[in-house]
């Protein structure tokens, strides 16, 4: 409980400081993430990587998710926030990037994902930015993989079809605001 209200203050804190950035006043509820991740298979992944890993609650749940060999990549823009994420979790299959999210392949050792994660707030982004986020999800992915993205509205949806075979949409209430969930597989079986 204390946790989560010092969770909570964190990230309103980051919000205040970098609203674009952040993209939203709370975390996102554990509910609309354990919904998001049921969208992909990540007890069978290898790689995970995780993008605008915040406070952690999409890190921890992918965590339990994980198998003890596979190994998960989460890329944090904000300092604060990404020595908060090492500090607090010890878990050795986790590595915490203070990187942009742009620059994701220059952390993944030449691998692709199996399953990646996108926590980044792409609506309230400027649209150069954007563009160059979004371009980067199938790029760090492998052939076959997915990704799955969180949204506070639907606007993304096109942008995801320009890039992926297929994309699945679902809409979860148990958020505030309620969230949009996409899951878009990559090309190719690999
Ligand atoms: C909507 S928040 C989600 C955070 C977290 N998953 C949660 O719900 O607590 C978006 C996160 O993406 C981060 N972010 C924004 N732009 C980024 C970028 N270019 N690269 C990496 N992280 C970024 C923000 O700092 C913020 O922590």
């Known amino acids: 409980m204390r946790q989560g209200l010092a969770d ?11 609203p674009r950035q952040v993209g939203a006043v709370l ?24 993008l605008g890993a915040g406070t952690g609650v999409a890190t921890r749940e992918i965590l339990a998710r994980l198998s003890p060999e596979a190994r998960l990549v989460a ?36 691998e692709a994902a199996d399953v990646l994660v996108s926590m980044l707030p792409f609506t309230s982004l400027d649209a150069d930015l954007r563009r160059r986020l979004l371009d980067q999800l199938p790029r760090a992915l492998r052939p076959g993989g997915t990704a799955v993205v969180i949204q506070y509205s ?20 148990w958020n505030v605001p309620p969230a949009f969930l996409f899951a878009g597989t990559r090309d190719g079986s690999g």
């Open 27 to 50: 975390p996102t509820s554990r509910t609309a993430i354990r919904a998001m991740l049921d969208l992909a298979d990540v007890p069978a992944a290898r790689l995970v990587v995780e």
């Open 154 to 173: 639907p606007l993304i949806l096109g942008e995801l079809r320009r890039r992926f075979a297929d994309v699945r949409l679902r809409i979860t209430p």
């Open 8 to 18: 909570g203050a964190r990230f309103l804190r980051a919000f205040l400081a970098h």
């Open 75 to 110: 890329v944090e823009i904000d300092p604060r926030l990404a020595r908060r994420l090492t500090e607090r979790i010890g878990d050795p299959r986790l590595q915490v990037v203070c990187d942009s999210a742009e620059d994701v392949d220059a952390h993944l050792d030449g």
